[in-house]
C-alpha cells in the first residue's frame, strides 16, 4: 500500500471514528433532554453537561489534531510535532477525565433514587 493511500485511510478510519463518537454523545444529550430531564429532573443537567462537554471536546480535539501539522510543520524538526502531539494528547486525556467526573456524579445520583437524601 502506498503512503498516499495509508494515508488517506488513516484519515477515513479517523473521520469515521469521530462521526460515530458525535453520534453517541449526540444520543446522549437527546436521552438527557428528553428521558432523563422528566424522569429525573435532579440528574438531567449532569448529563446533558456531560455530554455536552464531551462533544466540545471532542470538536476541539478534533480540530487540533487537523491544525497541529500546519503549527509545527514550518519549524523544520520532526520531534517538535511529537511533542506537540504529545503535550496535546495529555492535556486532552486530563479535560476528557474532568469532563467524565460529571458523568460519575450523574451515575452517583441516578443510583441513590429520586427521593433519596443527599450527602
Known sequence: MSPASS????????????????????????????????????????????????IALMLMHTAMTMVMPLMVGGSGSPDSFFVVSAATTGTFALLRAAVDLLLVLALVRLARGADAPRV
Open 7 to 54: 494515508s488517506w485511510l488513516l484519515g477515513a478510519a479517523s473521520g469515521a471514528s469521530t462521526l460515530l463518537s458525535l453520534i453517541v454523545h449526540v444520543v446522549f444529550l437527546v436521552v438527557a433532554f428528553g428521558i432523563v430531564r422528566r424522569h429525573r429532573p435532579d440528574a438531567w443537567g449532569l448529563v446533558a453537561a456531560w455530554a455536552g462537554a464531551s
